[in-house]
């Protein structure tokens, strides 16, 4: 598949402090989540950002879109999102959704934080990663930045294989992501500008863990 918008992609090795999820807020609902901490391999901490100029949404705005909608910006022929508790309505703490993807990926996710500019997922049992995803967005010099920022292992040992020995889960989930800001600068009324950014920091697994 070809790509016409320009990827900029920088890599480096991580650390435990550095690069650990957040920790989830008290009275979050910690029942069923898939830690990072639970997961197998290498800890990835992954940020996409795009910049967005001239939007004609403000970033409240356009969190207020995305969240309300989010298959509007999903690349739905890889995956959908289904919401399963939680009102529709919006977006509220404690919503859960299943994302059906292609083969048997589906993966259930919950909503723990809601702010004016941001929502984060984490996952729950059986999905093909542990850990959490934030989305967010903010002012600019010239207009928006949206970021997908991301804190992740896989979930199993066979999740492991296809991401990290054969790539394939890899390489999907880089098209959708990228995809997925695409879509949301377009949601935006913006144009982006500089292409997309993509920051991986790569936490080996422990070897009291392999």
């Not at 909608?69 to 999903?74: G, I």
């Not at 004016?116 to 959490?132: I, K």
């Not at 995803?133 to 920022?149: K, N, Q, T, V, W």
């Amino acid at each position: 598949m070809w790509r016409t918008t320009p990827m900029h992609r920088r890599e480096e090795i991580g650390t435990v402090d550095a690069d650990a999820p957040p920790a989830l807020r008290p009275g979050v609902s910690r029942e069923e989540v898939q830690h990072a901490s639970d997961g197998v391999g290498p800890l990835f901490h992954r940020r996409y950002a795009a910049q967005i100029r001239a939007p004609r949404l403000t970033a409240e705005e356009l969190i207020e879109k995305v969240s309300s909608d989010l298959n509007a910006v999903t690349p739905t022929e890889f995956a959908v999102f289904q919401k399963v508790h939680g009102a529709d309505d919006g977006m509220r703490v404690g919503d859960e959704y299943v994302v059906r993807m292609a083969a048997p990926w589906d993966g259930p996710v919950r909503v723990i934080e809601v702010t004016p500019r941001s929502f984060r997922f984490a996952t729950l049992d059986g999905h093909l990663e542990a850990g959490q995803i934030e989305f967010r967005a903010s002012p600019a010099s010239e207009g928006l930045r949206f970021e997908i920022e991301s804190w992740a292992r896989s979930g199993d040992r066979l999740s492991n294989l296809l991401y990290h020995k054969l790539r394939m889960a890899k390489e999907i989930q880089l098209h959708m992501w990228t995809s997925f800001l695409e879509r949301v600068v377009k949601a935006s009324g913006g144009r982006m500008t500089g292409g997309i950014e993509i920051h991986t920091r790569r936490v080996e697994e422990r070897a009291d863990e392999a």
